[in-house]
Structure formats: structure tokens, C-alpha cells
């Protein structure tokens, strides 16, 4: 299998309001895929479309090769709030999980709980956002899916916690060769995990590819003010910005950019990935997403 998730003119509707329309993407099998995109760009709707927790009201979408079905072994998926059971203990929930989950894994849950320190006898409710963050993560994990979800898993945790819990899906990629979908704001944290980025801005796919294909055809280029209708083949202008005598491109090149009058630096992942963003909304002075070519 070469997709985990394929989607094709994926609409989610309610009412006149679209919280996803017309998406199309098809992201691969075998990968940690991180998604990233503005407010409302449709990421968090296609993750709970993917788990089966929606129905789409146009278009298609499959994962894992067949229609998403809620509560599916093969899938795996923590929400945005890490939701666990207040009144439940860190025991019950693993009880829990191997009741619902045929492929439950105990000894992975239990090695995970002890990894992280957490108490069985404790209840979710008075855990941290970090804690309740990793048993979040281990009850998706001791499912043993083919592809785990994760919807801003650590957006509300603190610089420690978010360390520890990345840590954690590190070694769990690493044991279990699962595929992972991670919607993140937090570039950074998707640089070090990840190893497939996708930008989604209102519901279209801006950019995709492997990491280090984006870091590699990627750059800043800055030089005198000038057209910039044509900058030579191989190269695709992702956004602007002027001043009355000098241009700031950034560019997708595949060929060599040898012209001396241009400054060329290289950019991280964040430069690439607001650069997209900036370009398809139009924010700052003179900038336009003229897309790939």
C-alpha cells in the first residue's frame, strides 16, 4: 500500500458553513506526515472525516484502502484536548482499551505508563496536561493501528511536556513502523519528528512533499527590484515582497541559481511553510502565491 489516506473533492458541511470543501490530497503510507496550516483550513475536520467520527458530504475519501469507520482498529487518533476520563484511574483506561481493541497491546501499554511515570492508581482528572497528553497517546498506541492521528496533541502543553511527548512518538515510530498524521501550528516540533510535510490553507493542499526535498529546492533570493514574470525554468515563484529598489522572492528551484545579482539563502522549514501560507492569503506588501509549476 502506498497511500494511508486519500482524499478526493472531500467536503464537510454544516449548513451554508464548509469546514472542509473541495480537498484533495493523497498523503503516503510508511511516513511520520506532519500537517500544518492557518485556522480554519479544514485540518482538524479531515483528521475526525479520516477516523470516521464525520461523514463527508461530498467527494471521497479512503484510508488504509477502504472507507473510514469509526472505532476501526487499524486507526488510532488523540484530539485536539487529549480527552481522557476525569473520574477514570490511568488502570482503568488501559482495562478499558483492552476491552474495546481485539489487537491490544498490554505490555506496550504498561512499558509506556512506566516510562513516563505515571501512577495507575491515579485519576485522569488530576493529571497534567502532559500526563494526560502521553496516556492519550499510549491507549492510541496500544491499539497497535496501521496509522495514528493526531490533531495539535501538544498545542496546550508546556516546553518540557511537549519534549517528552514527541520523545515518546519518536520510540513509538521507531518500535511499530506505524504510519502518523500530526496537525501542528508548532513548525519546530514538526521539523523533529517529521519526515513528510503538508501545507493545507482553505482546504487546498499549497505544498507537499518529504522534508528534506523542501529544505533542499527551497530559497530566499534577494536582489535588485525586477519582473519577476520570468525566472527561468525549473523554478516557481512561491512569494514576493518589494521595496521601491530591491526584491525578496522565495522560490522552488530544481536547477542551480548561478545568477550573481541574486543573494541566496537557504531557508528552514518554518520560513518555507509561512511562506506558503503568506502567499495563498495575500498578507504584506506585494505578495502573491503563484503556486507549483
Known amino acids: ?33 506532519g500537517l500544518v496550516g492557518p485556522n480554519g483550513a479544514g485540518k482538524s475536520t479531515l483528521l475526525q472525516l479520516a477516523c470516521g ?12 484502502g477502504a472507507r473510514p469507520v469509526s ?29 474495546l481493541n481485539p489487537s491490544w497491546d498490554a505490555a506496550l501499554a504498561k512499558r509506556r505508563i512506566d516510562q513516563v511515570g505515571l501512577d ?14 502521553q496516556l492519550a497517546l499510549t491507549v492510541a498506541a496500544a491499539k497497535r493501528p496501521n496509522l495514528l492521528l493526531l490533531d495539535e496533541p501538544v498545542a496546550a502543553l508546556d516546553p518540557l511536556a511537549r519534549r517528552n511527548f514527541l520523545q515518546g512518538l519518536m520510540e513509538l515510530t ?5 504510519s502518523i498524521v500530526m496537525s501542528s501550528h508548532l ?41 519577476t514574470a520570468d525566472l527561468g525554468a525549473g523554478r516557481a515563484l512561491v512569494e514576493q515582497s518589494h521595496t521601491e529598489v530591491q526584491s525578496t522572492l522565495v522560490v522552488r528551484s530544481t536547477a542551480p541559481i548561478v545568477d550573481p545579482s541574486w543573494q541566496v539563502d537557504r531557508l528552514d522549514l518554518e520560513d518555507i511553510v509561512l511562506a506558503y501560507m503568506s502567499g495563498a492569503t495575500g498578507d504584506g506588501p506585494d505578495r502573491v502565491l503563484e503556486g507549483q509549476r
Open 1 to 33: 500500500m502506498t497511500s494511508a489516506l486519500i482524499a478526493d473533492g472531500l467536503t464537510k458541511r454544516y449548513g451554508r458553513r464548509s469546514a472542509l470543501k473541495d480537498c484533495t490530497l493523497d498523503i503516503p503510507a510508511g511516513h511520520v506526515v
Open 53 to 64: 467520527l464525520l461523514d463527508p458530504t461530498a467527494g471521497r475519501i479512503e484510508v488504509l
Open 71 to 99: 472505532g476501526s482498529p487499524q486507526v488510532g487518533f488523540v484530539a485536539q484536548d487529549t480527552p481522557v476520563y476525569a473520574g477514570l484511574t490511568v488502570a482503568d483506561h488501559l482495562r478499558m482499551g483492552a476491552h
Open 120 to 133: 495507575p492508581a491515579q485519576k485522569a482528572g488530576k493529571l497534567s496536561g502532559g500526563q494526560r497528553a
Open 174 to 178: 521507531a518500535e511499530q513502523g506505524m
Open 187 to 227: 513548525v519546530a516540533d514538526l521539523e523533529r519528528v517529521c519526515d513528510h510535510l503538508i501545507v493545507l490553507v482553505a482546504s487546498r493542499v499549497r505544498v507537499a512533499g518529504d522534508v528534506d526535498d523542501l529544505l533542499a529546492t527551497h530559497h530566499r533570493l534577494v536582489g535588485r527590484r525586477r519582473d
